[in-house]
């Protein structure tokens, strides 16, 4: 590290021009980095989830491509309404890469006139005068294929549904496609309440969402830090070389997303204001140690070769452990986790190497003698009289310490015993956001937007349309419509018991909706096809062979959907026992989705302690080292997992990556802390002066560090998404227990253990 720090003290304006280049090749790739937000990506492609999705897909075609355009009008069947309806269909067909628009004007009634069927529809634009509404709103309501999609069984409120193509069902199609809609909507506004769902147009204002409040952190995170630093330096070298360093890290670490392939989405948002954090306190710590070394009397040269040999070690064994923290989500099977996990590992190691380089030639070529201004600055030495006196109360009151943590530790642990994994669609966002108005709309007035998929195969031509299946298909949707959570469930069974009733109505009773022979339904089936009906498509493959059932159900969260679809399960198997029934959907994903990031995070965990351990063994050689270095780590993980548990707060996906990433950045200033005491030891030999410098001189930088992180972290607790907050919230939580188990248990379990001996043999 020497020969290292002397190559930058003879070239430092170099190795400054170099980082300058770098970050201005870095600015062009950064500034084109994308965002998206696609759900079958979480997967990889060989995972049977997506597998079962992707048969839905070939057969019947996607369930996440339709934006739905709702609005309530008491007077929905009158002339004046379904002419605006009308006209705004209209300029909806007229949107590009919109295959589709149905609303009420393509509803269509099933008339039998001589042993056949006839389509018509509900509503003619040149006979709406002489339309008797109140009858066509009593046929269209009580019409099983259009009420809870098309309309509501009051009959005051509708929906427009929009069918994106295929091929065009990407962020920035669809963003396109939103505004469109919006702008045809404002044209209309002044006489209806309008209200946008549907999965896609969640997915696209998410990301919206999500990518105004990444550049709204980064902003106002960098305000607080800079703040926080003049308020701690009170000079323009502390709040610039920190904040150069944090700025050209997330620079070429976006560049380095860009070139790779990778894409912003709902993970790898967290990367900023991790990066904007982590990458300081590796500053934070040098110029800690700068100041002190220059504050002791040696040169500019000697402090800046005093700071590498001092820390250059010890922050570099920090930033790997970090990124050893987040690679380790590479072991999870859900693929953004493992591109957030490398692209944040690589950041922290970006982080370092600007460091690592910028700061020590930066330093030697400023004439600044330090980088404080302890003249004018209070905060340093009202902390560094605090911490002599928190050096003396640890000295003369360790075993009680160690008693309170250990107290602490349990009553947390029993909290541990009420986590549960849960997770939601609208996990993320606020109740009082339009996004939720909307949704609530659709779900209290027509039927949730979250459709849960059936898909019978049955393996030959021809038997998914026999009367067997079809009566078995019936039972399904009676087993299904048992659960509350579940609105509306429609498929061919819906579709031939329509077509009976119509062509047997005398005949029909409530018991026996659907025919008893193949014969009957398929007259049925032949009669759609002459019709060319494309709700037989909808619902049965080309060649009869497998059934569609769609249901729809509220975002009841992934407990109770995974509960659910074992239910239904178990019913399929007793209904279906020589069929094979797939259960799928796009809330099935999320649902499935929840689980593996959950338990991908915690093995992910698992393996980051694993290594962390390794390190420490093979750095300092023996357990009562290996005790001191993880306990004040695991500690603050253990509070937080219980206090979530006394608080009833779910583990979901955005909250179950707080553990890793408290875990990376905890762990720092434990390394910080005994690499530091290595130094003081090996210096004077002693151990309680020793100890004692090290709790002044690196709590104060520990303190520091710790201001910056719950700043930085801090910000996130004003986020409109709850997920969001709860984040910021945990994260800060974790970072203060973390804080006060460095400067207090930390050094008391120095004074219970002792191990003098091993460090002074570790740092031969």
Known sequence: MERFGNFIITYPKLIIAAITILAFLAIYPASNIRTDFDLEGFYPEDDPVIKEYEQLEEEFGRDDNAILVGFKDDSLFSEKVLNDLLTIVDDFKKIENIENVLSLWDAQQIISEENSLRFTPYLQANSLERLNSDEVKKEITSDPLLSGYLVNHEGNATSVVLIIEKESNTYEVKNKIIHQVNEILSDHRQDYEFHISGIPYFRNQYVNMLNDEIVMYIVISSVLIMLLLWYMYRTLWGILFPMVIVWTTLLLAVAIIQLSGGYLEIMSTTIAPILLCVGIADAVHMISKYDDSRESGSGKKKSIIEMLKTLGSATFLTSITTAIGFASLVSSSVVPMKRFGIYTAVGVLIAYVITITFLPAILKVVRKKKVV????????????????????????????????????????????????????????????????????????????????????????????????????ALQLEEVIQSYPEIHRVVGLQTLVEEIHKVMNPDSVSTQNQLPVSDNAIAQYILLLEINNSEALSRYVNFDYSKLRITAFTEDAGSKRINQIRQGIATEIARIFPDQEVIITGTTILNADLTDKIVYSLAWSILLAITAITAIMVYMFKDFRLLIIALVPNILPLLMVGGLMGYLNLDIKPSTAVIFTIALGIAVDDSIHFLARFRVEYRRSGTFLPSLTTTTIRTGRAIIITSLILLSGFGTLITSTFTSTTLMGALVCTTIFAALLADLFLLPSLFYWLNPVQKISDSSQ
């Open 373 to 472: 201004n302890e003249k004018t600055s209070a905060f340093y030495p009202a902390v560094h009289k605090w911490l002599i006196k928190l050096s003396a109360f640890n000295r003369l009151h360790y075993r009680r310490i160690i008693l309170v943590f250990l107290l602490i530790t349990i009553i947390f642990s029993v909290g541990i015993r009420n986590l549960d994994v849960n997770g939601r669609v609208f996990d993320d966002i606020s109740e009082d956001t339009k996004l939720m108005r909307d949704s609530r709309f659709f779900t209290n007035n027509i039927s949730p937007p979250f459709p849960m998929e059936f898909v019978i195969n049955t393996n030959f031509p021809d038997s998914a349309i026999s009367a067997t299946i079809m009566n078995k």
